[in-house]
């Protein structure tokens, strides 16, 4: 079992930046593809960043591209997700993803088997 918790979220202005953190529990993180999603109200939730297991690749949604950055610090089971020049259609609430059985990472929700509790981010105009 792998359990997630993001933390990190907030309230900003337009052009903000926000970090938010996803710290996994078990012993096998290392070789976890993981992602982040996002689930505005009335909504359906999308994909917004993955990593594989070794930090090498990242993949991002084009609309976060160039502002948002995946890292991730398997010495520390934990992933990051940097949000720069935020816009007010970044508000959601924002979720990690743990995809155990694959290591790339992956824009496919259905690809993931653990999920964390969700942290809101706000970007007021």
């Known amino acids: 079992q792998v359990q997630l918790v993001e933390s990190g979220g907030g309230l900003v202005q337009a052009g903000g930046s926000l970090r938010l953190s996803c710290v996994a529990s078990?012993?096998?993180?290392?070789?976890?593809?993981m992602g982040w999603f996002r689930q505005a109200p009335g909504k359906e939730r999308e994909f917004v960043a993955a990593?594989?297991?070794?930090?090498?690749?990242?993949y991002y949604a084009n609309s976060v591209k160039g502002r948002f950055t995946n890292t991730r610090d398997n010495a520390k089971n934990t992933v990051y997700l940097q949000m720069n020049s935020l816009i007010p259609e970044d508000t959601a609430a924002y979720y990690c993803?743990?995809?155990?059985?694959?290591?790339?990472?992956?824009?496919?929700?259905?690809?993931?088997?653990?999920w964390g509790q969700g942290t809101q981010v706000t970007v007021s105009s």
């Open positions: 993803a743990a995809d155990a059985t694959g290591h790339s990472g992956s824009s496919n929700d259905n690809e993931y088997e653990y």
């Open positions: 078990g012993r096998t993180f290392s070789s976890y593809g």
């Open positions: 990593i594989s297991w070794s930090g090498s690749s990242t």
